[in-house]
């Protein structure tokens, strides 16, 4: 069992950046690749981008790619997603989810423990 909590979120002006963090409960978590998932009012949770168990590989979405960045640290059982430039159409629930299969995905069925997210609201 791994518990998720994500933090960071807040309300933003467009063209501002925010830095969410996830948070484990367990240094297991280092085995875990991770995603990031949004959920905007009234549409289906999106895939973000993902980092691999180790740190050294990351996927995007092609609308974050080039302002987002996810890191981790193990260290700290952390992982980040910091949002750089951020636009209107950013503004969701803000998910991250442990993923214990090879290779990537940005099918959220796959991913199998969700924090309970973070808001991230950006204004024009």
């Known amino acids: 069992q791994v518990q998720l909590v994500e933090s960071g979120g807040g309300l933003v002006q467009a063209g501002d950046s925010l830095r969410l963090s996830c948070a484990a409960s367990t240094a297991t978590f280092s085995i875990y690749s991770m995603g990031w998932f949004r959920q905007a009012p009234g549409k289906e949770r999106e895939f973000v981008g993902f980092?691999?168990?180790?740190?050294?590989?990351?996927t995007y979405a092609d609308n974050v790619k080039g302002r987002f960045t996810i890191s981790r640290d193990k260290a700290k059982n952390t992982v980040s997603l910091q949002m750089n430039s951020l636009k209107p159409e950013d503004t969701a629930v803000y998910y991250c989810?442990?993923?214990?299969?090879?290779?990537?995905?940005?099918?959220?069925?796959?991913?199998?423990?969700w924090g309970q997210g973070t808001q991230v609201t950006v204004s024009s």
């Open positions: 980092i691999n168990w180790s740190g050294d590989r990351t």
């Open positions: 989810a442990t993923y214990a299969g090879s290779g990537s995905t940005t099918n959220q069925y796959q991913y199998d423990y």
